[in-house]
C-alpha cells in the first residue's frame, strides 16, 4: 500500500517562501508521476506541478510557472515543491498524489496524502 506524508507547510507573508515535502512509502515502480494539488476554500482542487519520477521531467500548471519548483530525492522517496514569492492567492490545503499517468488531472492519481496547509498573508 501507497502512503504518502506531506510536510512542510505554514504561515508565510506575501513574498515569502516554503519548501512542502512528499515522502512516499510502499511505492510502487507502477506509479510513474508524483503530483502537487491545491484546494481552497470553496474552491476545486487544483494542479500545480507533477513531476516524471523514471526521468526526473518537471511540468507546471501557469499558476506556478516561474515560483514553484518541483523536484525529487530519488533515495529518500521524497518529493519537494519550492514555493517562492507567494501570493494570498496561493493559501490553499495542499496535497501531493502519486499515480501512473503523469498529467495533470486529480482523477489520474490512485494515492493521496493528507494535505498540509498553507497561508500566506500579511
Known amino acids: 500500500q501507497v502512503q504518502l506524508v506531506e510536510s512542510g507547510g505554514g504561515s508565510v507573508p506575501p513574498g515569502g517562501s516554503l519548501r512542502l515535502s512528499c515522502s512516499a512509502s510502499?511505492?510502487?515502480?507502477?506509479?510513474?508521476?508524483i503530483g502537487w494539488f491545491r484546494q481552497a476554500p470553496g474552491k476545486e482542487r487544483e494542479g500545480v506541478a507533477r513531476?516524471?519520477?523514471?526521468?526526473?521531467?518537471?511540468y507546471y500548471a501557469d499558476s506556478a510557472k516561474g515560483r514553484f519548483t518541483i523536484s525529487q530525492d530519488s533515495p529518500k522517496n521524497t518529493t519537494y515543491l519550492q514555493m517562492n514569492s507567494l501570493k494570498p492567492e496561493d493559501t490553499a490545503v495542499y496535497y501531493c498524489?502519486?499515480?501512473?499517468?503523469?498529467?495533470?488531472?486529480?482523477?489520474?492519481?490512485?494515492?493521496w496524502g493528507q494535505g498540509t496547509q498553507v497561508t500566506v498573508s500579511s
Open positions: 498524489a502519486a499515480g501512473p499517468v503523469c498529467v495533470l488531472q486529480t482523477a489520474e492519481y490512485s494515492y
Open positions: 513531476i516524471y519520477t523514471p526521468g526526473g521531467i518537471p
Open positions: 510502499g511505492y510502487s515502480y507502477r506509479l510513474n508521476c
